[in-house]
């Protein structure tokens, strides 16, 4: 039954939920049988066997049918699970201390660091809470070892982990392709410039902020026993291996070589080789990693399911068309469309995470994509560029509440919030450079696959 003020409610009283802390994915689920059972109902409960004869049950059943034969999501685990054994094989530990030598000349040498190292590490895991508590526990105290200020090295940790969400292969627009049902392979290229532009924009502000006002980050100490040889060698044997794997799997994925499950695949099983090479792969971590990636991807189906659930039943209610005919009736312009669209999404993001935003908020707005005209590739690297700022937005900002997590007492959260600041007005400007330059996101998947049409 058609009933929008249900719908208006539903949506509301998630929100609710979500902020007083109830999981997610089941809150999802919950909401969606709960109201869907209202929507559905057919007549009068006579027998216990009346209960379940509802059309939910059918739905849900679909749903979750639908998730375990999407052949988009299969890529997820096995890019977590290359992530994790990456983390666990000591290879970051290394590639950090390398590039922090390597560094050791420019202002802000180990906050440089830390920024290639988050960036390296977010295409190998495309985990946000991982990249943030592992640069933590290793950048964060050599920093503060060579007197860094606190709130200047938890800005950059926590800035430069919130790329794993752009940076392909980034479970974020995995899950976006099987939203939007856009190319995963599009996507991808979508993002290459758009997620190392930010990149290049955080490094660019770390030297120009620690040029103007070199007390924050001093110069550190080099032992004057290591000859430049030793550091590129150091530098070569951490950081090559990594960035071949990596370029490996997005090449095959980009060059139409592969699937992205099969290049999850290949970089799963070359996660493994490098691990062992390392001579960090046992059986502890091996199984830590499996754990880990099983709990990761049970969460992220439970969510599609709870979420697909969700948004049938809300369009069922009528809640898409009530919001369509709103924005419609407004007649605003394409660019109007999208700030308008863009600040509702930042603002979302002060008390929610980027999957609540993505699942039940992003479909909203797509189905009127084309009216105004908009391509939705562009729209999707909009979506993506903004999503950043709800790991960064107080007073949820959850790259700040990971970093906290393993820091405990050595830093105040405050000092986090006023440390990611900056990143928050520079994730902005660069939405706004995209907007003026549309072709930062449209012209890699244009070259590579030829010219989106509708």
């Known amino acids: 039954m058609t009933n929008p003020e249900v719908a208006i409610l539903m949506l509301s009283l998630f929100i609710l939920l979500v902020l007083l802390g109830f999981p997610i994915a089941f809150t999802l689920l919950a909401m969606g049988v709960g109201f ?37 999501l299969v890529a997820i685990p096995l890019f977590l699970f290359m992530g994790y054994v990456v983390e666990r094989a000591n290879i970051v530990s290394r590639l950090f201390s390398s590039l922090q030598l390597a560094a050791r000349n420019l202002p802000g040498s180990m906050a440089i660091a830390a920024l290639i190292t988050c960036t390296v590490f977010s295409t190998a895991s495309g985990i946000v809470g991982a990249v943030v508590t592992l640069m933590g526990l290793l950048a964060f105290p050599a920093m503060t070892q060579a007197n860094y200020r606190k709130d200047f090295s938890a800005g950059v940790i926590c800035a430069g982990g919130t790329l794993g969400i752009l940076i392909p292969p980034s479970i974020m627009l995995i899950v976006y392709a099987a939203i939007a049902e856009l190319s995963p392979l599009r996507l991808y290229a979508a993002a290459v410039f758009p997620g190392l532009l930010l990149a ?64 999850a695949a290949m970089g799963a099983f070359g996660g493994l080789i490098l691990a062992a090479l390392y001579r960090s792969l046992t059986w502890t971590k091996l199984k830590e990693s499996v754990f880990l990636t099983a709990k990761a991807t049970a969460m992220v189906c439970w969510m599609f399911v709870g979420s697909w659930t969700f948004a049938s039943v809300f369009s069922y209610l009528g809640g898409h ?26 603002l979302l993001g002060w008390p929610l995470e980027w ?24 729209f999707a690297m909009l979506v993506a560029l903004n999503l950043q700022t709800s790991f960064l937005t107080p007073p949820m900002a959850m790259s700040a509440y990971y970093l906290k997590g393993v820091l405990k ?43 989106y049409i509708p």
Not at 62 to 69: G, I, L, R
Not at 209 to 228: F, M, Q, T
Not at 334 to 346: A, K, S
């Open 200 to 263: 290049g924009m955080y490094i660019v502000y770390v030297i120009t902020r620690v040029w103007i006002n070199p007390s924050i980050a001093p110069k550190p100490v080099i032992d004057p026993g290591l000859s430049r040889a030793h550091i590129y060698f150091q530098l070569l044997i951490s950081f090559v291996p990594l960035t071949i794997l990596i370029m490996l799997v997005l090449g095959s994925i980009l060059g139409g070589l592969a699937t992205p499950a099969e290049a």
């Open 355 to 378: 999957s609540e935003i993505l699942i039940i908020f992003v479909p909203i707005f797509l189905p009127m994509l084309d009216t105004f005209g908009v391509n939705p590739y562009f």
């Open 36 to 72: 869907g059972y209202y929507a559905y109902y057919s007549g009068p409960i006579e027998s216990v066997s009346d209960v379940f004869n509802n059309n939910i049950f059918y739905l849900l059943n679909q749903n979750t049918y639908s998730v375990m034969e999407n052949d988009t």
């Open 409 to 451: 007492d050595e830093i105040e959260l405050m000092q986090i919030f006023k440390g990611i600041i900056p990143y928050l007005g520079i994730v902005i400007f660069c939405m706004v450079l995209m907007y003026i330059f549309p072709g930062i996101a449209l012209w890699f998947p244009d070259y590579l696959f030829g010219e």
């Open 321 to 346: 068309d009530i919001i369509e005919h709103w924005v419609l009736a407004m007649e605003l312009q394409p660019w109007q469309f999208l700030v308008m669209v863009q600040l509702i999404i930042f």
